[in-house]
C-alpha cells in the first residue's frame, strides 16, 4: 500500500472518530473504542511500513 492510502485512511478514522465522540461525549462509549483501536492499528502498520522501507 502507498503512503497516500494510509494517510487518507488515517484522516478518515481520525475525523470520524471525533464526530463519534462529539455525538456521545464519552471516550469510553463502544463506538468511539472500537475505532480508536482500528485507528491505532492502522497507526502501528504505517509506522512499521515507513521503518521497513515498504512503501
Known sequence: MEH???Q???E???A???RL???C???TDQ???KIS???DRLLNEYSWVLANNKC
Open 12 to 14: 478518515e478514522l481520525r
Open 31 to 33: 463506538a468511539v473504542v
Open 37 to 39: 483501536q482500528e485507528l
Open 25 to 27: 461525549n464519552n471516550f
Open 21 to 23: 465522540f462529539e455525538a
Open 4 to 6: 497516500g492510502f494510509y
Open 8 to 10: 487518507q485512511k488515517i
Open 16 to 18: 470520524e472518530m471525533i
